[in-house]
């Protein structure tokens, strides 16, 4: 019962480099999202996804990508990391079904990326 | 504007007090759905209840209680008899049905509960 997984935990990135951030869910949930967590700011949304091939814009997505090519897959890509991007990232999933809109968020155990 | 608001940034209680974290909630739909989760030292995120907007009952569950009140666009979480384990920091969510499950997070409240 893996649930929500994100890979790596931890990673210090230098100015300008690239990483892509990986997560997992083995719930066949339809609903994907990571979140940014900063001191004083709470969980911010990047991205999300509503199912396999989509993905949208949440509050802060400037500098990131998303894919989400796989229903379990869910990407986020630092094209060129900036210090602004330290933070700790927190993918979650969620499901949907009848009568229900929304079901609670399942997080993942976040990943800590350092820019310098 | 802020959807979640929670006020209270920091809160000290000694062990065994009764606490109550707030939560305002902003939000024109009839229907939506209001969320606390809890994250402690270590980090991860813990869910502790769900509740529509259709549903005005208070839970408790133990020594967790939740309050919604529409009046007031409020979802205030109570923890009764504090324990230092109850030590976190506090969530509070929305999410509205329009918007197809995008949740709105509060900025937090730390607790701390001293021994």
């Known amino acids: 019962n893996a649930g929500v997984t994100q890979t790596p935990k931890f990673r210090v990135l230098k100015t300008g480099q690239s990483m892509t951030l990986l997560c997992a869910q083995d719930m066949n949930h339809e609903y994907m999202y990571w979140y940014r967590q900063d001191p004083g700011m709470g969980l911010r949304l990047i991205h999300y996804s509503v199912g396999e091939g989509t993905t949208a814009k949440g509050e802060v997505p400037d500098g990131y990508n998303v894919s989400r090519l796989k229903k379990q897959n869910f990407l986020l890509g630092l094209e060129s990391a900036a210090p602004s991007q330290t933070s700790v990232y927190f993918c979650?999933?969620?499901?949907?079904?009848?009568?229900?809109?929304?079901?609670?968020?399942?997080f993942g155990e976040g990943s800590r990326l350092t820019v310098l | 504007a802020q959807k979640v608001t929670q006020a209270q940034t920091e809160i000290s209680v000694v062990e065994k007090e009764d606490v109550t974290l707030d939560c305002v909630y902003e939000?024109?739909?009839?229907?939506?759905?209001l969320f606390w989760y809890k994250q402690p030292p270590s980090g991860e995120l813990v869910f502790l209840i769900r509740r529509n907007s259709f549903d005005e009952q208070n839970e408790i569950s133990g020594r967790y209680s939740w309050n919604f009140q529409k009046s007031t666009s409020s979802f205030n979480f109570t923890i009764t008899a504090s324990q230092v384990v109850d030590s976190a920091v506090y969530f509070c969510a929305l999410s509205e049905g329009r918007t197809g499950n995008q949740f709105y997070f509060g900025t937090g409240t730390s607790l701390t509960v001293i021994p």
């Open positions: 979650a999933s969620s499901y949907s079904g009848r009568g229900v809109v929304a079901g609670e968020l399942f």
């Open positions: 939000t024109r739909d009839t229907t939506y759905y």
